[in-house]
């Protein structure tokens, strides 16, 4: 089983800021905190990876809490081409592997 | 180039025959994985080798058998094929084993079997 739980879907509209929050409250003090990123058709893509505090890339931001049981994904300015299923991963070995539902984002014009 | 590569992309086929999918990673990875993700789009793994070794095999009918000839490639093998192996397969890799913290996966864009 999954070791997340994520919103099933969200609607944004271009140009707005999207958060998306995924909880992992038994999460261990050495897992890491992944995201990645499935358009359809596509196999899915990394897109960030923290472990506490604030991770910041060219694509997105991560927002780690001091009690690290969850994060949340931020991506700036949303554009259509966003539109994409957003899984969360926690854990080491095998748990690493295992992928939720995901979060569908629907971004509109 | 592409990083991990997979083929055929598309595969339509009949119930009961064999077919094999193929997989190479360019990436000097150790460790490779086949996942499966079924109509409801749950991304499920089924394999994962490390140096050409088995060191996941999640329940899955015998019937799947992959093979590793060298860690740059790792070929799933499907036997008897049933209607409900209809998925898309996608082939991944990582830098070392279980993609442990630090590491990230890599996919292939998938391979569609549908069988009829």
């Known amino acids: 089983l999954a070791k997340t739980t994520q919103p099933i879907s969200m609607d944004s509209y271009e140009g707005q800021e999207v958060n998306i929050t995924c909880s992992h409250n038994?999460?261990?003090?050495?897992?890491?905190i992944t995201w990645y990123q499935q358009f359809p058709s596509q196999g899915p893509r990394f897109i960030i990876q923290?472990?506490?505090t604030k991770v910041t890339n060219e694509v997105a931001s991560l927002f780690i809490p001091a009690d690290r049981k969850s994060s949340t994904l931020s991506l700036p300015r949303v554009s259509l081409s966003d539109t994409a299923v957003y899984y969360c991963?926690?854990?080491?070995?095998?748990?690493?592997?295992?992928f939720g539902t995901g979060t569908r984002l629907q971004v509109f014009p | 180039d592409t990083a991990v590569s997979q083929t055929p992309k598309y595969l339509v086929t009949q119930m009961g025959n064999d077919k094999s999918i193929k997989c190479e990673q360019n990436?000097?990875?150790?460790?490779m994985y086949w996942y499966k993700q079924d109509s409801k789009k749950f991304l499920k793994i089924m394999f994962s080798?490390?140096?050409?070794?088995?060191?996941i095999n999640e329940t899955v009918p015998n019937r799947f058998s992959p093979k590793s000839p060298d860690k740059a490639h790792l070929n799933l093998h499907i036997n008897s094929l049933e209607l409900g192996d209809s998925a898309v397969y996608f082939c991944?890799?990582?830098?070392?084993?279980?993609?442990?913290?630090?590491?990230?996966?890599?996919f292939g864009e998938g391979s569609w079997l549908t069988v009829v």
């Open positions: 991944a890799s990582s830098r070392s084993e279980t993609g442990l913290s630090g590491n990230t996966i890599y």
């Open positions: 038994n999460i261990a003090t050495n897992d890491y």
């Open positions: 923290g472990y506490k």
């Open positions: 991963l926690v854990g080491k070995g095998t748990d690493k592997l295992i």
């Open positions: 990436l000097g990875h150790d460790t």
């Open positions: 080798y490390n140096n050409k070794e088995l060191i």
